[in-house]
């Protein structure tokens, strides 16, 4: 057992009997329960397993070096996606994303991914495979959703909030194109001192998913020169390309 995983370990010891109020409108409460070393082709990290009071789902994180008490944390939260994480789906950018994003964390000092058990944007398996036949009819993500009788987007992430917080992280940078998540976390109270773009190019069987997340979700993803100007101070990362900074108009 590596140094940092052992202070993990001391987390899931002092979370034992841990019971708050919640975080959320649903009162959403996690505790450590248990941390082991994660060697993976993307570096050496640490998995730290958490339960929560709402539903039983067994969240993760993998963490790479010592991030308590540490302040501006390289962070990623990604939403499971089996389709894509483990069958290599070409529909999404989910793999991709994930993969990315352990391979820039694994060669940092510290950093953190989070694995939330959100399939299908909160939807579940079984209501994405239903909107992806609705998607083969022509409708977009979106659409698809609110064809099912949910939101565009049934994500909250009140638990990656109590996690962050769990693992005694002061602040984080994010990795996401989403403003939502940035917005939700803050609300839990999680200082975002930055936020990380993570774009990854497109395939022909997912372009029209990310133009929809762009167009209709307000992701911060540009495909025809659309200028962000509240970004416009953000390094663009695209992956296997150089880092560049966007050009001043």
């Not at 590596?2 to 708050?20: I, N």
């Not at 501006?72 to 939403?79: A, D, F, G, L």
């Not at 909030?161 to 917005?183: C, D, F, W, Y």
Request: charged share 25%; glycine share 8%.
């Amino acid at each position: 057992m590596t140094s940092v995983t052992a202070g993990l370990q001391h987390l899931v010891e002092r979370d034992r009997d841990h019971e708050c109020e919640g975080y959320g409108p649903n009162h959403l409460c996690v505790r450590l329960v248990g941390a082991a070393d994660l060697p993976t082709r993307f570096g050496e990290f640490s998995i730290v397993a958490f339960w929560n009071n709402r539903d039983a789902k067994e969240h993760v994180a993998i963490v790479r070096g010592d991030v308590r008490d540490r302040e501006q944390v390289p962070c990623r939260v990604h939403s499971e996606c089996l389709t894509g994480d483990a069958l290599g789906s070409l529909r999404c950018d989910c793999r991709d994303q994930l993969e990315a994003a352990l391979r820039r964390i694994g060669e940092l000092p510290q950093g953190i991914v989070l694995y939330m058990r959100q399939e299908g944007r909160g939807i579940g398996l079984i209501n994405k495979v239903r909107a992806y036949a609705l998607q083969d009819r022509g409708l977009d993500t979106v659409e698809a959703n609110l064809a099912l009788g949910f939101r565009d987007d049934e994500r909250d992430y009140a638990i990656a909030a109590h996690m962050i917080h769990s693992l005694g992280v002061k602040s984080i940078r994010l990795m996401t194109n989403n403003p939502q998540k940035v917005e939700q976390l803050q609300q839990y109270g999680i200082e975002v001192d930055g936020r990380d773009p993570h774009i990854l190019p497109p395939n022909p069987h997912n372009l029209f998913y990310l133009q929809t997340k762009a167009n209709r979700s307000g992701h911060f993803i540009d495909f025809a020169g659309k200028p962000h100007l509240a970004e416009q101070g953000d390094w663009v990362r695209v992956e296997g390309m150089p880092e560049r900074i966007p050009e001043e108009e």
